[in-house]
């Protein structure tokens, strides 16, 4: 592993632990070189997957770019960042379970949109905005519609 203050390869594993329910590995690395600290984290990838991209690129796809485009969806809501990785980790595994190696953006979408609509109404209406690209007030209030009809349909099953 490379050091990311002097670049030196030569570095030492001082402390491995498992996190997320013994998904990845947190290792703290120290570099011979220049005593400098930091931490890795190492995770079983399944298979390289390829994003076919709306206009026909393919792209390899970027676990941090989900991250990121989750947390702008997710900006200073009440979400726990513990249950952001963990929702995180199950959309990849879900994407690298499906089979195949190459899949749509818009599946990803959906996907993500659909862990999103579990975790969060706010940041799930601000992802399909984007991903949707709405354009008008009455695509907010087609989106705002369906969650009232699924928290109703949610209610009406309760036991009462």
């Keep these: 592993m490379r050091c990311p203050s002097c670049n030196s390869l030569d570095t030492q594993v001082k402390d491995s632990r498992p996190t997320e329910d013994s998904a990845v590995i947190r290792r703290r690395r120290v570099c011979v070189a220049c005593n400098f600290r930091f931490t890795t984290f190492e995770r079983v990838q399944l298979r390289e997957l390829t994003v076919i991209k709306r206009n026909g690129r393919r792209v390899p796809f970027d676990r941090d770019k989900l991250v990121r485009s989750l947390q702008i969806s997710l900006r200073k809501r009440p979400v726990d960042p513990e249950r952001v990785e963990k929702m995180v980790s199950a959309i990849v595994r879900e994407l690298e ?5 190459e899949i749509s953006s818009e599946a990803i ?3 993500v949109m659909e862990h999103l609509r579990q975790l969060d109404d706010v940041a799930y209406v601000r992802f399909a905005s984007v991903y949707r690209n709405f354009r008008e007030a009455k695509d907010f209030e087609t989106v705002l519609g369906e969650l009232s009809a699924d928290d109703q349909a949610r209610l009406a099953t309760l036991p009462k």
């Design 109 to 111: 979408g959906e996907i």
């Design 97 to 101: 379970s499906g089979g195949e190696a």
